[in-house]
């Protein structure tokens, strides 16, 4: 039995899974997303909330390959690229891999340093610029990540406690395409990382268990820290944050004209959308003592061209 | 020596009295709160914050009343009001007293318990009523709180986990008169819980330390722990959640005409502005098997009249 005190039930196997599907197929409707006809990709960490989205969406019968990047996170990244390949060989889905180290000649700790950017900042930066290109390339019509509630219900309480209401207005479940960038979906913001972790064993799913070594303290843990107390106090706070600020609060933060695609530029060197000459993944890449390998950076300048 | 993590700052006694002082009036000036020609009333429980916002505007030059309610807690309402009396007989200032259960009848636990109503509920529906009449009545100019930084940042916090609108458009240091309704002014908002406790120690004043008996385990009191706990992982957060909030988010939300002044008659019994033909206190008043004293009634209809 597994026990959902939010939704105050108990479900047996069977449902668990159903439940879970039914909640995607919800959110995907809901958010209008995308349909069974897109062709779809997905990031996959090799943690169990990418692999579950997958997982899901394959057996929903959606159209969506993978796209596995290589952080150059030790033994860390060694092991989530185990899983993720051996979960795509498991379903005989397509695997892309980018391999930061071997293609851009930097790896996330190294790097960092170098940039003297933090940890989790230069990954971040470097993740979405590959996720976002290789979607763009690739002709995707959405790139899908597996952000779960308690990662998006995070996400939302950094920025509502410092009320950066730039990125309140960017917080939805899913972003249209624009000049450059893909279309972005997040069909699991209904489902927590109990939940998802539960989904993983249940279907038999193997995924890196462990977080992140260089994630450990940082400030979105803190809050998903401060998130479980209050749900812990109060069974459903956790959603009523996320989904009422979606209902009664999104409208009334707007995107401005200030740094948004209308404004932005293409890249010199890689040909992504730049608000200057050179986009912030190129600067990260020349101050970590990498390079811009040649593939993408013609694919790109000729694609948005 | 007094050290105060979130100015990064260590204070002597009688620079940080100054420091408090200095709060105030710049919080008074900043929001146009009132001026040294008008006639305040401080609303006061006997706590440290209502004693030190009546003794800092006394300091200062300000013309300012105290209030306080009998609510009929027990030995916690008997020490309390001891406290207020000694207080205002030590600065040979006005104290006006209501006491709630010889003057209406009834008691804080007896009647919430009648009326079924949570405690903190029906206490806070008598106060803001009582505070306001006696505003109203008595002509002054402003009803003052003593509302600290840490209170104003928990009401912030609970109305945001919920995202109630209606609530985060009320969200500012001054209210303005309305038809039946005093100006309200919280002068403390620069300044936290541990602070008030300071002031007082260090300017002698005695103050009822217990919080109340009936507000253990209430969800303000959580909110201030939650909120505690970030502060203490990132000194400052709270002050940054509360007034980025005013400075960056708060014009986002405004007040609509449900329920505003605009669409309020007056109370049948009490004169009270209020939405049907009997006000919510006056409901309460009668479901807690209490009565509405004639003097009150009498002298609010003819001012709304």
């Known amino acids: 039995m597994i026990d959902l005190r939010r939704h105050n039930s108990n479900f047996c196997v069977e449902h668990f899974l159903r439940f879970c599907r039914d909640q995607v197929e919800r959110?995907?409707?809901?958010?209008?997303?995308?349909?069974?006809?897109?062709?779809?990709?997905?990031?996959?960490?090799?943690?169990?909330?990418?692999?579950?989205?997958?997982?899901?969406?394959?057996e929903t019968g959606y159209r969506v390959d993978g796209l596995y990047v290589g952080?150059?996170?030790?033994e860390y990244s060694e092991s989530s690229g185990v899983y993720a390949r051996s979960f795509a060989s498991s379903r005989s889905a397509t695997l892309i891999e980018v391999d930061l180290p071997g293609e851009y000649g930097y790896d996330i700790p190294g790097g960092a340093k170098a940039a003297r950017r933090a940890p989790c900042s230069a990954c971040g930066l470097t993740k979405r610029h590959l996720f976002d290109a290789a979607a763009v390339d690739g002709g995707y019509d959405a790139l899908v990540t597996g952000h779960n509630?308690?990662?998006?219900?995070?996400?939302?309480?950094?920025?509502?406690?410092?009320?950066?209401?730039?990125?309140?207005?960017?917080?939805?479940?899913?972003?249209?395409?624009?000049?450059?960038?893909?279309r972005k979906a997040k069909p699991l913001v209904r489902l927590s990382e109990r939940e998802m972790a539960a989904y993983c064993i249940l279907r038999g799913i193997d995924y890196i268990v462990d977080e992140c070594p260089m994630a450990a303290g940082n400030r979105h843990l803190g809050y998903k820290e401060v998130l479980n107390d209050l749900e812990a106090r109060s069974p459903g706070a956790k959603a009523d944050f996320y989904f009422n600020f979606l209902r009664s609060a999104a409208r009334h933060f707007t995107i401005s004209d200030t740094g948004d695609a209308a404004g932005l530029g293409h890249c010199e060197r890689c040909g992504a959308p730049a608000s200057g000459e050179v986009?912030?993944?190129?600067?990260?890449?020349?101050?970590?003592?990498?390079?811009?390998?040649?593939?993408?950076?013609?694919?790109?300048?000729?694609?948005?061209?």
């Open 71 to 74: 952080l150059g996170i030790g």
């Open 279 to 305: 986009c912030a993944f190129c600067r990260l890449v020349e101050r970590a003592g990498g390079s811009q390998p040649v593939r993408l950076s013609s694919t790109r300048r000729g694609s948005a061209a």
């Open 149 to 182: 509630l308690d990662d998006e219900a995070a996400v939302l309480f950094g920025n509502t406690m410092k009320w950066q209401t730039e990125y309140l207005a960017r917080q939805a479940p899913v972003l249209e395409a624009r000049a450059g960038f893909p």
């Open 27 to 58: 959110t995907i409707a809901e958010f209008e997303m995308f349909s069974k006809t897109d062709r779809l990709l997905v990031a996959v960490s090799g943690g169990k909330d990418s692999l579950a989205i997958w997982d899901l969406l394959l």
